[in-house]
């Protein structure tokens, strides 16, 4: 049942972010990633939210929790993922976990793309 809650988040959230890129797309704002950077800040704001509320309140569901953060959230924005781990981490005082989670997952990533990239290109 968790992966339905999930998947049906992710699909609501998904929407969404393909409606901001539908807005930039009329508004052609294409020369700086503007619906990405949207997306990101504003699902880092709402993950933020939602996981203060729940940590302070603590009255939702683990399905609704589940729905809201790794579904709709996640489907939105993993950034809002990312972002919400790292301050864990930093909460935890864990800072030296946080700085570098939060540099190896950005480098990486950006590494890992570019290689995928290259792989490709050789291929085809």
Not at 38 to 55: R, T
Not at 108 to 119: D, F, K, N, Q, R
């Amino acid at each position: 049942m968790n992966y339905l809650i999930v998947f049906l988040g992710a699909g609501l959230g998904g929407a969404l972010r393909h409606g901001v890129n539908a807005v930039s797309a009329r508004a052609d704002v294409f020369d700086f990633p503007y619906s990405t950077l949207s997306v990101n800040v504003i699902g880092s704001l709402l993950m933020g939210l939602a996981a203060g509320f729940f940590a302070l309140k603590g009255q939702a569901s683990y399905e609704v929790r589940l729905f809201l953060t790794t579904g709709l959230l996640g489907g939105f924005t993993t950034f809002s993922a990312f972002s919400l781990e790292t301050i864990l981490l930093y909460e935890r005082g864990r800072l030296e976990s946080a700085i570098g989670y939060a540099l190896i997952s950005v480098i990486g990533s950006v590494l890992a793309l570019i290689v995928g990239l290259a792989i490709m290109r050789r291929l085809l």
